[in-house]
């Protein structure tokens, strides 16, 4: 089986992100992406209202097609849990592994924001912060979803995370997600529980997979940016999954 991965940022973030995960797979021999999805990362240029979650299905779903991949190892960081959900659901057959790095897992017809819930408030933020400062349509990077927020502790990788954050489109958390359950056939599926990240659907999701024996899961101390602070534990989750 060749060994590829396509490493899927969170909210705010960009591909960048994943170079401390992407140097070492490529170092073993895997060929890894790390593409920034539509209107993030270095393509913040191309945010719009027009950019919604299915713009971010179909950025994926336009490299599996273009590369032409097969067994592919599908890697989602948070918020891009709904988006690799998304992409296996559409292209199963071509997908050999979902690794969820505390990322959200969407019941069918739910969005982001039905996921996450209204426990702690953060899609009544968002949708706040996108009327108030994000001309109705974008949500504007910064606290209280910032390095310090997502558990980066290191001074100087919180200026790093924090000087290329950018505004992430609304309609990519707000958007319900159609899924028919094709994804679910994928053969691996991993959840790793960052438990240094409090947020309210951390333990019904971990929990959800924990019983469920086509999951394979693992509970980490870490806070939510494990790709930043602990890569070799992500890299070796990786490699593990196939």
Same mark, same amino acid.
């Given at each position: 089986?060749?060994?590829?991965?396509?490493?899927?940022?969170?909210?705010?973030?960009?591909?960048?992100?994943?170079?401390?995960?992407?140097?070492?797979?490529?170092?073993?021999?895997?060929?890894?992406?790390?593409?920034?999805?539509?209107?993030?990362?270095?393509?913040?240029?191309?945010?719009?209202?027009?950019?919604?979650?299915?713009?971010?299905?179909?950025?994926?779903?336009?490299?599996?097609?273009?590369?032409?991949? #097969?067994?592919?190892?599908?890697?989602?960081?948070? *918020?891009? +849990?709904?988006? /690799?959900?998304?992409?296996? %659901?559409? $292209?199963?057959?071509?997908?050999?592994?979902?690794?969820?790095?505390?990322?959200?897992?969407?019941?069918?017809?739910?969005?982001?924001?039905?996921?996450?819930?209204?426990?702690?408030?953060?899609?009544?933020?968002?949708?706040?912060?996108?009327?108030?400062?994000?001309?109705?349509? #974008?949500?504007?990077?910064?606290?209280?979803?910032? *390095?310090? +927020?997502?558990? /980066?502790?290191?001074?100087? %990788?919180? $200026?790093?995370?924090?000087?290329?954050?950018?505004?992430?489109?609304?309609?990519?958390?707000?958007?319900?997600?159609?899924?028919?359950?094709?994804?679910?056939?994928?053969?691996?599926?991993?959840?790793?529980?960052?438990?240094?990240?409090?947020?309210?659907?951390?333990?019904?999701?971990?929990?959800?997979?924990?019983?469920?024996?086509?999951?394979?899961?693992?509970?980490?101390?870490?806070?939510?940016?494990?790709?930043?602070?602990?890569?070799?534990?992500?890299?070796?989750?990786?490699?593990?999954?196939?």
């Amino acid at each position: 089986m060749s060994k590829t991965a396509i490493l899927v940022h969170g909210g705010f973030e960009g591909g960048w992100c994943w170079t401390r995960v992407a140097e070492p797979l490529r170092a073993q021999g895997w060929r890894v992406f790390t593409p920034s999805l539509t209107g993030l990362g270095d393509r913040a240029h191309l945010l719009s209202p027009a950019v919604s979650f299915q713009t971010h299905v179909q950025d994926i779903l336009g490299i599996i097609e273009a590369e032409e991949l #097969r067994d592919v190892v599908l890697v989602g960081h948070s *918020a891009g +849990g709904t988006v /690799i959900t998304g992409v296996a %659901d559409a $292209a199963a057959a071509t997908v050999a592994a979902l690794v969820y790095l505390d990322a959200s897992l969407p019941e069918p017809g739910q969005s982001m924001f039905d996921f996450m819930g209204d426990t702690q408030g953060v899609p009544d933020l968002f949708r706040s912060q996108a009327a108030e400062k994000g001309d109705g349509w #974008r949500i504007p990077a910064g606290p209280p979803f910032d *390095a310090a +927020g997502f558990g /980066i502790e290191d001074a100087d %990788d919180q $200026a790093w995370f924090n000087r290329r954050m950018t505004d992430h489109p609304l309609a990519a958390f707000a958007d319900p997600i159609p899924l028919t359950g094709a994804w679910e056939k994928v053969p691996s599926k991993t959840y790793l529980r960052c438990e240094g990240f409090q947020i309210a659907h951390g333990e019904p999701t971990i929990a959800r997979c924990e019983a469920d024996p086509t999951w394979r899961t693992e509970r980490w101390p870490d806070g939510h940016s494990p790709h930043i602070t602990s890569p070799a534990k992500v890299v070796a989750a990786i490699v593990a999954a196939l």
